[in-house]
């Protein structure tokens, strides 16, 4: 078992606990009043009110509960790498359907980023260049950088100025053609 | 709830930029999981499309050869890139750009199947419905016996004739 699910047993130990005391409590008082006065019908309510709510809460936890142990189980695969993993049945209504449906966007996000990435480094290394968004711009820089270094004729120092300066955005162009854009990839692919 | 019994109507609904839809399916098309946005475009509830085949969402605008070619490429192992026009449960419709992907275990055997659909380039979207429109009646005149070769095969003329690859034909209409 792990760590996570045995924080999530606990709690839902501890809620537990908490429901059946208050229901242990308010049936024990209604029935030492039933036995005083039998016939006192408020009584009798309050014991099925007690009783009937005892239930919808105990329902209602194990609702809740089933879906935090789901968390606890696709969080647990997830911190081992194991992105897969989905929570599903999500009820309509909760405190943490909000927090399922976060977590599986993430996963989704994160998952979407693995598998795109797999597929561009795979091209890239079958010769497949198709995933730089634009080569005539890197082009274009390529030969601005070339130039400025050529017709630079200064010394060392002052060479860095001159001839360097052009190149940055070169290899920021340089960057951007061997990694591909955030978001969409396909988006920027042929130009 | 049947595909079949849903009644295509002239309403579109269209993806924003940053919308996401994922679904993964089993090795038969069954839907194990499909997140919000999915939901919200479908008008499909969690219980309604869980355990059902992914073709629930699929509009009688969609030529069959462009699921037949998406099968082949995923069952290989293989990534495909498709614009698919899907049905809602009100009769409407959205486009989107699929992006389908094998899910494999540690030894290479395919699980499952992961989509992610963004929204597609509404430039392309002209071009690609025109096709469509194109390979539907080839279907429709070939009858249904010889409907997904016939427009494959008038896919593929279209193709050569052009000279690129189904992928890369695709990847440029993205980027129109």
Same mark, same amino acid.
């Given at each position: 078992?792990?760590?996570?699910?045995?924080?999530?047993?606990?709690?839902?130990?501890?809620?537990?606990?908490?429901?059946?005391?208050?229901?242990?409590?308010?049936?024990?008082?209604?029935?030492?009043?039933?036995?005083?006065?039998?016939?006192? /019908?408020? $009584?009798?309510? %309050?014991?099925?009110?007690?009783?009937?709510?005892?239930?919808?809460? +105990?329902?209602?936890?194990?609702?809740?509960?089933?879906? $935090?142990?789901?968390?606890?189980?696709?969080?647990?695969?997830?911190?081992?790498?194991?992105?897969?993993?989905? !929570?599903?049945?999500?009820?309509?209504?909760?405190?943490?359907?909000?927090?399922?449906?976060?977590?599986?966007?993430?996963?989704?996000?994160?998952?979407?980023?693995?598998?795109?990435?797999?597929?561009?480094?795979?091209?890239? %290394?079958?010769?497949?260049?198709?995933?730089?968004?634009?080569?005539?711009?890197?082009?274009?820089?390529?030969?601005?950088? +070339?130039?400025?270094?050529?017709?630079?004729?200064?010394?060392?120092?002052?060479?860095?100025?001159?001839?360097?300066?052009?190149?940055?955005?070169? /290899?920021?162009?340089? &960057?951007?053609?061997?990694?591909?854009?955030? %978001?969409?990839?396909?988006?920027? +692919?042929?130009? | 709830?049947?595909?079949?019994?849903?009644?295509?109507?002239?309403?579109?609904?269209?993806?924003?930029?940053?919308?996401?839809?994922?679904?993964?399916?089993?090795?038969?098309?069954?839907?194990?999981?499909?997140?919000?946005? &999915?939901?919200?475009?479908?008008? &499909?509830?969690?219980?309604? &499309?869980?355990?059902?085949?992914?073709? /629930?969402?699929?509009?009688?605008?969609?030529?069959?050869?462009?699921?037949?070619?998406?099968?082949?490429? !995923?069952?290989?192992?293989?990534?495909?890139?498709?614009?698919?026009?899907?049905?809602?449960?009100?009769?409407?419709?959205?486009?989107?750009?699929?992006?389908?992907?094998?899910?494999?275990?540690?030894?290479?055997?395919?699980?499952?199947?992961?989509?992610?659909?963004?929204?597609?380039?509404?430039?392309?979207?002209?071009?690609?419905?025109?096709?469509?429109?194109?390979?539907?009646?080839?279907?429709?005149?070939?009858?249904?016996?010889?409907?997904?070769?016939?427009?494959?095969?008038?896919?593929?003329?279209?193709?050569?004739?052009?000279?690129?690859?189904?992928?890369?034909? !695709?990847?440029?209409?993205?980027?129109?």
């Amino acid at each position: 078992m792990s760590d996570s699910s045995s924080t999530s047993s606990r709690f839902e130990l501890g809620h537990a606990a908490a429901l059946l005391l208050v229901a242990v409590l308010g049936s024990a008082m209604a029935v030492r009043g039933l036995l005083a006065h039998p016939k006192d /019908l408020s $009584l009798w309510v %309050g014991l099925v009110l007690v009783l009937g709510l005892t239930l919808w809460g +105990w329902l209602d936890l194990r609702k809740e509960q089933h879906l $935090l142990s789901r968390i606890d189980e696709v969080l647990d695969a997830a911190s081992k790498g194991e992105l897969e993993p989905r !929570i599903t049945q999500i009820p309509e209504q909760g405190r943490l359907v909000e927090a399922a449906w976060r977590l599986n966007e993430t996963l989704d996000q994160i998952e979407a980023v693995f598998r795109e990435s797999i597929t561009v480094v795979t091209r890239i %290394g079958e010769g497949d260049l198709a995933a730089s968004p634009k080569p005539r711009v890197c082009m274009a820089s390529t030969r601005k950088c +070339w130039c400025a270094w050529l017709r630079c004729n200064k010394t060392w120092p002052a060479r860095w100025t001159c001839s360097v300066r052009p190149c940055v955005p070169w /290899l920021r162009e340089i &960057f951007r053609c061997v990694s591909p854009p955030r %978001g969409s990839r396909v988006s920027t +692919w042929p130009s | 709830m049947a595909r079949q019994t849903i009644q295509p109507i002239d309403k579109e609904r269209v993806m924003r930029d940053g919308d996401f839809i994922v679904s993964k399916t089993d090795l038969k098309g069954r839907i194990t999981y499909a997140n919000k946005i &999915f939901k919200e475009f479908s008008g &499909f509830t969690e219980n309604e &499309f869980l355990g059902k085949q992914h073709n /629930l969402v699929r509009h009688p605008d969609m030529p069959r050869c462009v699921f037949k070619l998406l099968w082949e490429h !995923i069952q290989n192992g293989q990534e495909i890139f498709a614009f698919v026009k899907n049905i809602c449960k009100d009769g409407g419709y959205y486009w989107v750009w699929a992006n389908v992907t094998p899910s494999m275990d540690a030894q290479g055997n395919v699980l499952g199947y992961y989509s992610v659909r963004r929204k597609p380039n509404p430039k392309a979207i002209p071009h690609v419905a025109a096709l469509y429109r194109q390979l539907l009646q080839i279907e429709q005149t070939a009858g249904s016996r010889d409907a997904i070769e016939a427009s494959r095969a008038h896919l593929l003329q279209l193709l050569n004739q052009q000279g690129v690859s189904y992928e890369r034909f !695709i990847l440029d209409l993205q980027s129109l």
